[in-house]
């Protein structure tokens, strides 16, 4: 199963990318795979919990920390 920091480090890997393609949106990324990006954070979350329960899984906003 993977660790949450592998989720993490998945984010870190394509984190370029997504700010070009996606700035200002949120990402779950669950087994290292992206499964989709939201408008809102309420909006990430509930579908990572339906699709996976308690994770783990990484919920992020793409784009540079606050």
Do not use: N
Request: aromatic share 10%.
């Amino acid at each position: 199963m993977p660790e949450l920091e592998d989720e993490i480090a998945t984010y870190e890997r394509m984190r370029a990318e997504l700010e070009v393609r996606q700035m200002g949106k949120w990402v779950v990324i669950h087994d290292r795979v992206v499964v989709g990006f939201y408008d809102s954070f309420e909006g990430a979350a509930e579908d990572a919990v339906r699709k996976f329960g308690r994770g783990p899984y990484l919920i992020r906003r793409i784009g540079p920390p606050p």
